[in-house]
Nanobody, 128 residues
């Protein structure tokens, strides 16, 4: 089993920044690819960003490209999501997810089904 715990959410004004963290514990003998998703009230959960198991490759949704950076520190089993120039439409619960089935992951990374474990989420609220 893998446990994912997100932190770093909060209330911020438009134009501000937040850094979300996700710490993984449990299955540490293999290294997963990681993703961040978000779910706004009344909407489906959407892909935000993903990072390969090595950290060498990153992927972003068009809606956040240029404003968001995903990174990871494998020594700390932690993945980060640095969000800048935040907008009210970024308001959502942000979830991190871990994918251990890496075969074909690149083709499916933006889909929830590509991930095996999920955190409980952290709320991000951006005021206008």
């Amino acid at each position: 089993q893998v446990q994912l715990v997100e932190s770093g959410g909060g209330l911020v004004q438009a134009g501000g920044s937040l850094r979300l963290s996700c710490v993984a514990s449990g299955r540490t003998f293999s290294r997963p690819a990681m993703g961040w998703f978000r779910q706004a009230p009344g909407k489906e959960r959407d892909f935000v960003a993903a990072i390969s198991s090595s950290g060498g490759t990153t992927y972003y949704a068009d809606s956040v490209k240029g404003r968001v950076t995903i990174s990871r520190d494998n020594a700390k089993n932690t993945v980060y999501l640095q969000m800048n120039s935040l907008k009210p439409e970024d308001t959502a619960v942000y979830y991190c997810a871990a994918a251990y089935g890496l075969l074909g992951w690149v083709a499916t990374m933006s889909k929830e089904t590509a991930y095996d474990y999920w955190g409980q989420g952290t709320q991000v609220t951006v005021s206008s």
